[in-house]
């Protein structure tokens, strides 16, 4: 996969790629992530790439000349059929199921804002989509195409040392994780679900899609709504509720 940045502040985006999972991506050559700094494309001698907003109100704008400049050579740096997609907070939000479409992609431009944002005519002129991380604010685009590069990248084939890891992720199945566990057996007096340790292989996938499933329920439970769940997911459910109702569910809780 190519992967182009478009930002005024390219420099953020260097340690990212030479660390962690996507820095081994790098380094194996499963992708490459350029970056194109529309200040370079500034027609004057200062490199000014944003202006007073017509009609008035606070803050600068991102202009349409050097930034749509600074677009297209991006765009040279991928794939053809590769979206240009503006990081803005009216965007659709971003998630799991955004994160696999992407990854089934050759490449893409991601366009980071700054200041007030972009001319709108900018995002008329070359956007392809528009994504959000959420309903809060970031000082830049920067962060947001550095989670979505991440989200995307561990999802390609040859990625993660262990290709179920990304199977068995959070949201991958639409639910929360189940819990995990490692050594020592107990910590502080909790110990480590005895289920996990009898070495039944069949008990520990029903009990970790209980948890998911329960999680979800008590955490998340709009993920839940206008889901179709199995006989099997239900009963698990049902259980998880029951369990925790009666307070003798297998979890972590102190030894006594």
Excluded at 34 to 49: E, I, K, L, W
Excluded at 68 to 96: E, M, N, Y
Excluded at 119 to 128: A, F, G, K, S, W
Excluded at 172 to 181: N, V
Aim: charge should be negative; charged fraction near 25%; glycine fraction near 12%.
């Amino acid at each position: 996969m190519d992967i182009a940045v478009v930002s005024l502040f390219p420099e953020m985006l260097a340690p990212f790629t030479e660390l962690g999972v996507v820095g081994r991506a790098v380094q194996r050559g499963l992708v490459r992530v350029g970056s194109v700094d529309p200040r370079g494309y500034a027609t004057d001698v200062h490199g000014t790439v944003d202006d007073r907003p017509y009609g008035g109100g606070p803050g600068m704008l991102l202009r349409v000349e050097p930034c749509a400049t600074a677009i297209a050579a991006a765009r040279s740096q991928v794939p053809g059929g590769s979206p240009v997609i503006f990081l803005t907070p009216q965007g659709r939000k971003f998630d799991q199921a955004v994160a696999r479409r992407l990854a089934t992609l050759p490449g893409m431009v991601l366009v980071a804002g700054r200041y007030e944002g972009f001319d709108e005519r900018l995002i008329e002129m070359v956007c392809d989509e528009e994504l959000s991380l959420g309903d809060f604010v970031l000082s830049g685009g920067e962060l947001a195409a550095l989670a979505v590069i991440d989200a995307t990248v561990r999802l390609l084939p040859g990625v993660l040392g262990d290709g179920q890891s990304a199977v068995e992720d959070s949201f991958s199945a639409g639910l929360l994780d189940h819990p995990h566990y490692t050594r020592p057996e107990v910590v502080e007096g909790r110990a480590v679900p005895g289920v996990l340790l009898a070495g039944d292989h069949e008990a520990i996938r029903r009990w970790r899609r209980k948890q998911a499933l329960g999680r979800t329920s008590l955490r998340r439970p709009e993920l839940l709504q206008g889901r179709s769940l199995t006989t099997e997911d239900r009963r698990l459910l049902d259980e998880f509720l029951e369990e925790r109702r009666l307070g003798n569910e297998d979890d972590n809780r102190p030894l006594h």
